[in-house]
T-cell receptor, first 111, second 117 residues
Framework: GDSVTQMEGPVTLSEEAFLTINCTYT??????LFWYVQYPGEGLQLLLK?????DKGSNKGFEATYRKETTSFHLEKGSVQVSDSAVYFC??????????FGKGTKLTVNP | GAVVSQHPSRVICKSGTSVKIECRSL??????MFWYRQFPKQSLMLMAT?????????EQGVEKDKFLINHASLTLSTLTVTSAHPEDSSFYIC?????????????FGPGTRLTVT
């Protein structure tokens, strides 16, 4: 079945460091791929998305490229800020319209 | 656009009572709504999928008589936790599909923290 595997962390970085959170998936067909972010005590917010191979999603300095050949959708940011501290979830959209989530990666950015 | 609200944001109830949580899509019509449960430091667990005017589809292991879901309109779904017990304490999040999102894209509410004493 469809599944998502992401780096579990936690990840601790200093401000302005480079961030990579790995995400790989298994799915039939060509699912849409998403990164969601969850701040403490809140629901999920869509960070970025990609709907087909080689698409690059980007938002707020974060980027991820839909790589069909490696079935990956790694999240990157060149210079993280303290305000980026949150839990990040990689997800794919299944044919039944459900989302399959990775386990989440907690990011802490220290000043 | 694509805003989903939940009410209440926090609720404390006594064991044995029932609690209703509302989920509304504010600026779009939601063809499908989802209810999730999230335990501390864990990912989201899908509880059920609901479509307007039809019965909800529950995931395996979720008690449909305990977690009643009603999707009365294209903008409102409710989750009622019946005869709540302390083990039902959790963070409940709803999401909605519709609007102009990508295939499979869901818009999430801010969540409801339920504490059963």
């Amino acid at each position: 079945g469809d599944s998502v595997t992401q780096m579990e962390g936690p990840v601790t970085l200093s401000e302005e460091a480079f961030l990579t959170i790995n995400c790989t998936y298994t799915a039939t067909g060509y699912p849409s791929l998403f990164w969601y972010v969850q701040y403490p005590g809140e629901g999920l917010q869509l960070l970025l998305k990609a709907t087909k191979a080689d698409d690059k999603g980007s938002n707020k300095g974060f980027e991820a490229t839909y790589r069909k050949e490696t079935t990956s959708f790694h999240l990157e940011k060149g210079s993280v800020q303290v305000s980026d501290s949150a839990v990040y979830f990689c997800a794919l959209g299944t044919r039944s319209e459900k989302l399959v989530f990775g386990k989440g990666t907690k990011l802490t950015v220290n000043p | 656009g694509a805003v989903v609200s939940q009410h209440p944001s926090r609720v404390i109830c006594k064991s044995g009572t029932s609690v209703k949580i509302e989920c509304r899509s504010l600026d779009f019509q939601a063809t499908t709504m989802f209810w999730y449960r999230q335990f501390p430091k864990q990912s989201l667990m899908l509880m059920a999928t609901s479509n307007e005017g039809s019965k909800a589809t529950y995931e395996q292991g979720v008690e449909k008589d305990k977690f009643l879901i009603n999707h009365a309109s294209l903008t409102l779904s409710t989750l009622t936790v019946t005869s709540a017990h302390p083990e039902d304490s959790s963070f409940y999040i709803c999401s909605a599909m519709g609007g102009r999102g990508a295939p499979g894209e869901q818009y999430f509410g801010p969540g409801t923290r339920l504490t059963v004493t």
